[in-house]
């Protein structure tokens, strides 16, 4: 089976600049998160998406963040204007549909974001 | 509220001897519980989980967990390291469906 995708692997961009990222989950999981993971702390959620829709964002910075899931595969997280604090390590994950049962999450490798 | 306390942020071991990593947990529900392990520069992956079933949990690479909901604790063991063992460590609490609650992180040191 194969894992989660994401890319690009890593990116270095200046500050006020765009970028994106891309990850495509295990097939058939309908449950797709992103995370933040800043040097020496654990994850932290950003969004959570059931399919295509949203079922929490309430950390997502949205002045600066956006993502989205078309069609219910693959989704982008986007980042602009960039700032130094969002240097981290951007993290997909996804999970079998969450109705009363709780599924473990299956992580990509992750994207590692420095901004200059 | 939902948080989780790792209470080492770095341990080190022998190889060969056990290792114990520590993990707290705070939930106002019947929770679910994971350990996570991270390799440098790789995704993480799921050691073992604990989802109200048998209190102790076996997983991976011969590790495992005892979910003690007296002392609100879901330590990881395992009886001896190995080099390979050397990573990054992290406790999950979920309270219900799928939001995951991170701890900060173990690192985990083994030496020859």
């Known amino acids: 089976e194969a894992g989660v995708a994401q890319s690009p692997r890593y990116k270095i961009i200046e500050k006020r600049q765009s970028v994106a990222f891309w990850c495509n989950p295990i097939s058939g999981h309908a449950t797709l998160y992103w995370y933040q993971q800043i040097l020496g702390q654990g994850p932290k959620l950003l969004i959570q998406f059931q399919n295509n829709g949203v079922v929490d964002d309430s950390q997502l910075p949205k002045d600066r963040f956006s993502a989205e899931r078309l069609k219910g595969v693959d989704s982008t997280l986007k980042i602009q204007p960039a700032k130094l604090e969002d240097s981290a390590v951007y993290l997909c994950a996804s999970s079998l549909q969450a109705t009363g049962v709780t599924y473990e999450q299956y992580f990509g490798p992750g994207t590692r974001l420095t901004v200059t | 509220a939902q948080s989780v306390t790792q209470l080492d942020s770095h341990v080190s071991v022998s190889e060969g001897t056990p290792v114990l990593l520590r993990c707290n947990y705070s939930?106002?529900?019947?929770?679910?519980l994971f350990w996570y392990v991270q390799h440098p520069n790789k995704g993480l992956q799921l050691l073992l989980k604990?989802?109200?079933?048998?209190?102790l949990v076996k997983g991976i690479n011969g590790f495992e967990a005892e979910f003690k909901k007296s002392e609100t604790s879901f330590h990881l063991t395992k009886p001896s390291a190995h080099m390979s063992d050397a990573a990054e460590y992290f406790c999950v609490v979920t309270p219900f469906g799928n939001q995951f609650y991170f701890g900060t992180g173990t690192s985990l040191t083994v030496i020859p």
């Open positions: 604990y989802t109200s079933a048998a209190t």
């Open positions: 939930s106002s529900y019947s929770p679910s």
